[in-house]
């Protein structure tokens, strides 16, 4: 098949993480919007950018992209679409996700069924037939309309990446996969003489995320995909695409990680998804409160995802909280670097220091601050 762009959606916030991802694969002219990251490919690059990418949320094949003002320009443009060149003749293809923002064509059930109906009638002349089945591969398309601007896209992930398989139990308040390693890529972490330590790390997610970055292991290259059952991707393609993943992993390097919550339960927890994960040898964990912490390294990096108001704690105990974790570092780890990502406000002031940068992200839905403090190391390398 024929060049294809291929469009990488990300949480807000991220598109530059998922840009310098894609950039870094190799693939070409990669281009970045809001919420999303586009770039040229071939069906092979599927595979790759499903198994590889730590940060994005899925992978879609870009259909289509219009102006539509009316139903009937809707029907038409999508029946443009060589939707035969995907879709098989037993092929899924419900309209699974729509969303219309300051368009003139705002009814999602509308677009839905329009949608429906365009395909069905562009499937009918390829296949000859007047009913279809859909009991095969799923091909679930995604429409994005925004000021009229629509945007047609086919899903390859099926469940979103952040779906590794090693977490099977979540703890009260999790984080993403896929912003945890967004996490560690900010902090530019990448193993090696300095250790990496969370004091609050809950079920253990950025710890996995991190090791798997130290290691180079794939995020996706022990689950599976729904783009595996299309026909237009020989299986073989899979097959090489994990194969070259394994042989890229790095068990040479030094990885320190290390890893601790004052709630043995959940510490339990983190050490089932270490283990699933296949990181154990790179992460110690204990039970303690992060008012314990005492690290023998000079240097080194911060990265935690602690409770905050809305989200957990009310505001006192969030600021005490706060307090108390600025006063160990700075007091314990005076040359080490702090990442924490939090949604409370006042978290500069709670702390007891102005973050060197701050970017605002979006972690479940909520907003959040990432305060970046560099120690002696990252304050040279981000200059």
């Given at each position: 098949?024929?060049?294809?762009?291929?469009?990488?959606?990300?949480?807000?916030?991220?598109?530059?993480?998922?840009?310098?991802?894609?950039?870094?694969?190799?693939?070409?002219?990669?281009?970045?919007?809001?919420?999303?990251?586009?770039?040229?490919?071939?069906?092979?690059?599927?595979?790759?950018?499903?198994?590889?990418?730590?940060?994005?949320?899925?992978?879609?094949?870009k259909m289509g992209e219009f102006k539509a003002f009316t139903f009937d320009e809707l029907f038409k443009n999508i029946k443009k679409i060589d939707w035969q060149n995907y879709i098989p003749e037993n092929g899924e293809f419900p309209v699974s996700w729509v969303s219309s923002v300051k368009s003139k064509l705002f009814s999602k059930s509308d677009i839905q069924r329009i949608t429906k109906k365009a395909i069905v009638e562009k499937l009918k002349e390829k296949y000859k037939k007047e009913y279809f089945y859909e009991d095969g591969p799923r091909y679930a398309i995604k429409i994005q309309a925004h000021n009229d601007v629509f945007i047609v896209m086919i899903d390859t992930s099926g469940e979103g990446l952040h779906k590794r398989g090693y977490r099977a139990i979540k703890n009260e308040a999790p984080i993403k996969e896929t912003m945890a390693a967004a996490l560690v890529k900010l902090s530019r972490w990448k193993g090696g003489e300095r250790p990496l330590v969370d004091p609050m790390c809950g079920t253990g997610t950025i710890l996995i995320e991190a090791a798997m970055i130290a290691r180079n292991i794939a995020p996706g290259a022990n689950r599976n995909f729904v783009s595996e059952g299309w026909s237009i991707i020989p299986e073989n393609d899979w097959i090489e695409v994990r194969d070259e993943a394994f042989s890229q992993e790095d068990y040479e390097k030094e990885v320190k990680i290390f890893g601790s919550d004052i709630d043995a339960d959940t510490i339990e927890i983190a050490r089932e998804n270490i283990k699933k994960a296949g990181v154990e040898e790179e992460i110690t964990l204990e039970c303690k409160n992060f008012l314990d912490l005492e690290m023998e390294e000079r240097q080194g990096c911060l990265i935690t995802n602690p409770p905050y108001g809305d989200r957990l704690l009310d505001k006192e105990a969030v600021?005490?909280?706060?307090?108390?974790?600025?006063?160990?570092?700075?007091?314990?780890?005076?040359?080490?670097?702090?990442?924490?990502?939090?949604?409370?406000?006042?978290?500069?002031?709670?702390?007891?220091?102005?973050?060197?940068?701050?970017?605002?992200?979006?972690?479940?839905?909520?907003?959040?601050?990432?305060?970046?403090?560099?120690?002696?190391?990252?304050?040279?390398?981000?200059?």
């Open positions: 098949m024929e060049n294809i762009t291929l469009i990488a959606s990300s949480t807000m916030g991220l598109e530059s993480i998922v840009r310098d991802e894609c950039v870094e694969l190799g693939f070409k002219n990669v281009k970045t919007f809001n919420g999303r990251v586009e770039f040229d490919g071939t069906v092979r690059d599927i595979p790759k950018a499903n198994i590889h990418l730590r940060c994005a949320d899925r992978v879609f094949v600021e005490r909280l706060y307090g108390l974790l600025g006063d160990i570092c700075r007091m314990r780890l005076p040359k080490w670097s702090y990442y924490i990502i939090t949604s409370y406000e006042e978290f500069e002031k709670a702390f007891g220091k102005k973050a060197t940068k701050n970017r605002k992200l979006y972690n479940g839905g909520i907003e959040c601050r990432y305060y970046q403090y560099y120690g002696e190391k990252d304050g040279k390398n981000n200059r």
